[in-house]
């Protein structure tokens, strides 16, 4: 195996492909992908199902082997090294627990296998079930306690052998919603305590904003965005990172010449909007205009409708720190949903069916190209 | 409210006894009250020609264990009851050790094709049991015997100058019993394997199990049910078997189904006989505990 | 294991017959021991309806008669178990001596020990207990219990016996020289070792045994006169000795039942086989002697002058019929027979 040691790069892969079936059946899971993932980073795979991350996840974890490409590990090629040779462990999605074994057995079956000293197995089983919390369980069978607990034995059993990597495979998804929450600080602390490489699978876009140091978007097999969340969800690549990380509104229309209200749009079937947007366009270009519902104002209509949206409120949902509201474009070119954060001593003042205006707050609409 | 209540409860102890009664009169009729008969015939003496007479005796009873010297009517150890006996625990334990050991592998295959042509393996498994048994073992017969298919290949290919002896021997009994009996040693331990989590077979890789250990620490106690199960299926016919020993054993060395024949037949004894097959119950009924004992409380947790 | 007459009368045209029986015969015998022509025969010519049932040992019927309400008219039991019957009062005293074809009866089975003066039974069939040795393997004297009990190397390996405890039990007692229900222990001692030793010898201890000698695998077995010849017509170096330390002969023989349903059909059954032609139909089916004088102008070309059935004029002193012994004494057998089959 030839070196290529890249420092601060824990996992390489080079036009990695994995393709199933043959000849007319073939189906491509993971389409040729090259990326890196840093050392101490907890790096997540976001995407609908179907997408390949947990195929890419389980070529890293030797579970498949690729079709064609390279993976490296510290800079050795690993593609063809099977799963028990690999210094890479794995929480499964169903935690996969040995039934037949007490928590403690589980935790210490890897480093059992290792062939390490009964003592030191012993030793690092009470220092993994003091990490999770779960010393008072050490002698139950897992198919004894909660959820919430077997996920922790599943985190301590893959972290028992200290792995270079640690590889989640939407690990949390079976979990309430609470004991979600929780489980997310959790598992960013313990990353945060062990620098390990955690590489997370989630479809969840918001446990992948919360917990991530960088994330990769993927659809049908390939990347469409890696970056950090704020690059993300703020600046996403294109339509579908856009769509899929967080909930967005898109207004199609084509670039005019700009002036002094700055960059201007001619909607579809508004006219000319002054848009408040970094991003420079090309007169006649044919966008979208990518705009989060936070970033919206709301406000009842007061003015001549000219340079505006405006429409009537159809629904207005109260969701605790904020309330949502969904618009009707007078245009009937579609909905527009908005997002306002409640204060306290607020009224209710738009009701569904008033008439509104909606404005952007300056310089957080994106332009992709249409 | 709570006469009604009661009321609704009688009917329903009713309807339940009157739904068990006919499963109850099978049970007592064709189980219980032959074995009863049994249990009374072993505690009285042979008659002249057969029968019994009804003379109560210990005799038989102390003729498992015991051999009253032809001669001189002193106890001793029983040389040939335990030396049968032992010969039948030896060789259904070989058997069902080897049905397991090719068993578990076969099971092991099926559970890991794909969902349709698991149901034609587990079909052809089942395929032996569409022929009558004695068919079955008197095809093992023409197989193995001096004149057979394997001797005239083997003589054929020059690998041996005369025939092996084959038929006729304890190896000749345990081929049969495996042959016969082993669709039942693949069929419970291919049901376990078949609810075994794929799952744990990854974790168990990704936790540095080599194969090996993958099967030893994960499969196989995970389809220990399965294995128990098929065990217990495998060794009870065999201990008791009847058929085998004559066919392919040529009846030279007795088995305890052959002995207990002897005994209703030929050696008219059937106190004796009727306190061997008890004996034989027993160790079944031991064989049985075992099993609920060791094969019940686990693996079922998963799945 | 029940073959019913009527259903091969019906395909044979015969239905119209026995709508018109005048009543129903029912046998139990050994199996393939019947001679369908001869039921035939008998439901022809006295317009009787009969059904055959089989059993496969003298003790599995006993104990089915035993029970009562059988309803059996006629059983076939070896002879050594006839006086068993006798005495437990399973039979009906038909007088078959007295019938008018029990001139025919050979004079070795006129009056028979089993039942003197032929009150009770008629012979079915006869037979020898010998030895069938394959002489292209063993060349030497086969008229020695030595070829099964001590034998030479060439048949080791290569020997049958069949499980009939008083078979091989009246053998060995012949070839240590003691007599048959000897309880002389010294002697069953003997006995006992010489067995024991000998099964070392033995490939197997298997009625189907016998048949193994056309393929080869067995070259000696413990048989009887009809098997003999049969294995003879098989393979033609097949031959049958008597021992001269003593051989038994016997017969199973027709009696009725006490309780018989049938009792006249019965009774005309017992005289009807007694008729040289028809014990003839039996013989040629099964390959085993008639006991019935004149029965050998109808057999088979195969059967005629064969030495299987018949006892040579030296060897004639050194037969005995087999008889059952004292209980205490089966007991003692049936433990010997058990420490060699063990």
Known sequence: MTGEITPGVAIRLKKVTKTYGSGNGTVAAVKSTTLDIFKNEFFTLLGPSGCGKTT???????????????????????????PFRRPINTVFQNYALFPHMTVAENIGFGLRMLKRSRDEIAARVDEMLKLVRLEHLSGRRTAQISGGQQQRVALARALASEPKVLLLDESLSALDYKLRKEMQMELKSLQAATGITFIFVTHDQEEALTMSDRVAVLSSGEIMQVGTPHEVYNRPANRFVANFVGETNFLQGRGLNPDARGTMIDLQGIGAVAIPTKDTVAPGALVNIVVRPEHLRISPLSQEPATQLTGSVKTVSFCGPETQYTVELSNGSGLLLVRKYNTPDENPSIAVGDQVSVKFTPNTAQVLPG | MASLESTRLKTESRTRWLLISPAMLVVIIGAIAPLLVIVIFSFLTPGPTGGVNFTPSFDAWTRVLFDRDLFDDTLTLSGTNLEILLRSLTLSLATTFLCLLVGFPTAYFIATRNPLNREVWLLLVTVPFWTNLLIRTFAIQDLIRNEGIINTLLLKAGLISAPIQILFTNFAICLGLVYVYLPLMILPVYASLERLDRNLLEAASDLYARPFKVLWEVIVPLSKPGIIAGSILVFIPSIGTYVTPILLGGGRNLMIGNYIELQFGQGRDWPFGSAISLTLMGIVMVALLIYIRHGDTRGHEHG | MRFTVTSAAFILGLSATVALAEGNLNIYNWGEYTSPELIEKFSKTHNVHVTLTDFDSNDTALAKVRQGASGFDVVVPSQSFIPTYIQEGLLAETNPGQMENAKNLEERWRDPAFDPGRKYSVPWLWYTSGISVNTSAFKGDINTWKVILDPPDELKGKINIVPEMNDIMFAAIKFEGGAWCTSDKALLTQVRDRLVEAKKSWLSIDYAGIQRMATGDVSASLDWSGSALKRRTENHSIAYGLPREGFTYGSDNVVVLKDAPNLENAKLFQNFIMAPENAALNSVYAKYGAAIIGAEKYYSEDMKGAPELVIPADMESKGELLTLCDPKITQLYSRIWQDVQK
Not at chain 1, 64 to 73: A, K, R, V
């Open chain 1, 56 to 82: 890419l996840l389980r070529l890293i974890g030797g579970f498949e082997y690729p079709t064609t490409g390279t993976i490296l590990l510290d800079g050795q090629d690993i593609a063809s090294v099977p």
